[in-house]
């Protein structure tokens, strides 16, 4: 169980103040050409919103519903859904359109489930309710391809391929409430949400300077990064994966903050992050060994971190550094292997640093809860050239 060391309520907020005149502006974080999307609103302690339609919505009338009810939890899930009203519901999405829409789901899985109960399976407009991706075509049959267009065009839905349709589901973690879509693609590039996040997010508070500026690299939900939100005056979020990046713009959305917080896709790790501005920067990407493979499938891009899996992650080492100001603070997860050859990358990378001046804080290894003896055997098993390994928060500081 990990939560951070402070309540998020008991957290001050500060305006970012963009009227000001130029010279007592913050510095700028990123290049404007290279951030097309930008988040601000106000945070609250309440907790999060749910997307998919509950069951206290208000019917709508009689001949425009066939059923409804609320989705529920995947089964399982340590996270619990929360429940919504139309207003707050049309506050997030900022279409009354798309809030209709959802209404009307939620009366029609309730109607269907008066009248047959829980036998049968679900069809199609169902297993949407429920955020599993379905065929667009035989949504839109159905529900009509303007009310599916209101959700796409809002952000409650996403488009998958180019052929598949998922309403996203928000989840309440730790405060946060975290807009999550469980659908997943034919390549494997889901948006990925794993108890890593939430150990990041504490050592985010152990490790990570007090207050100024902080950058959430491969950001995936923005379950992070909307907690850096709550502690530092401007937060940048980036990933390569556009899903990810529509994912933790609604994230921050929902959430919302004084603190102007940017999601946007790029082509690279951190490209159009301006260096040396930024105090905490983390980062929690693919370390996964490429020879770790399921059945006959390529590694997907969300998890897989090179031949002994530090070569990606040693870019965003990089890169961190090149982004921290003097004083800053960096919080990378990295598998620490023991290959069979003697090689041993983490160590290397830390020799990298220290010539760079770079001071290695601490090394931290994961709790239990992220790696455990169901991922040490999957390691063991996929990639028998590593002897030994394990998940670690490498931290690193860049001198005053």
Known sequence: MFT????LAEIRYRTTRTHLADARRPPRLHEPADVP??????????????????PELTDPPVDQAEEGASPEPDPGSNARRVSVTPVELRRVLGS???VSVLRWLAARRRRRRATRGTDGEPDV???????????????RAEISDQRLRALVDCGAAVVI????VALLSLLYLRGVAVAYPSAQRVDGNEVYLGTEG???MQLAYQYGA???????????????AVALSARYDRVVAVDLLPEAVRTARLTLDINASDIA????AVMDVAAGLRDGVFDTVVANPPWVPDAIEDGDEAPTMYAAGGPTGMELPARFIEEAGRLLAPGGTAIILVLDGTWDDGRRPLDEQCDLLRDRGFEIVDVVPAPPSVWGEAEAERLAEHAPNCTTGSVVALVFRRPS
């Open 37 to 54: 999307v930008r988040v601000t609103g106000r945070c609250s302690s309440r907790p999060g919103r749910q997307m998919a339609p509950h």
């Open 210 to 224: 007090p207050t100024g500026t902080a950058a959430d690299l491969a950001t995936g939900t923005g379950l992070v």
């Open 198 to 200: 939430l150990w990041l």
């Open 125 to 139: 407009v169902e297993r949407f309710t429920y955020s599993k991706p379905v065929d667009a075509d035989e949504l």
């Open 261 to 264: 917080s940017t999601a946007t």
């Open 161 to 164: 391929d180019g052929w598949a």
């Open 4 to 7: 951070v060391p402070r309540p």
């Open 96 to 98: 009354l359109e798309a």
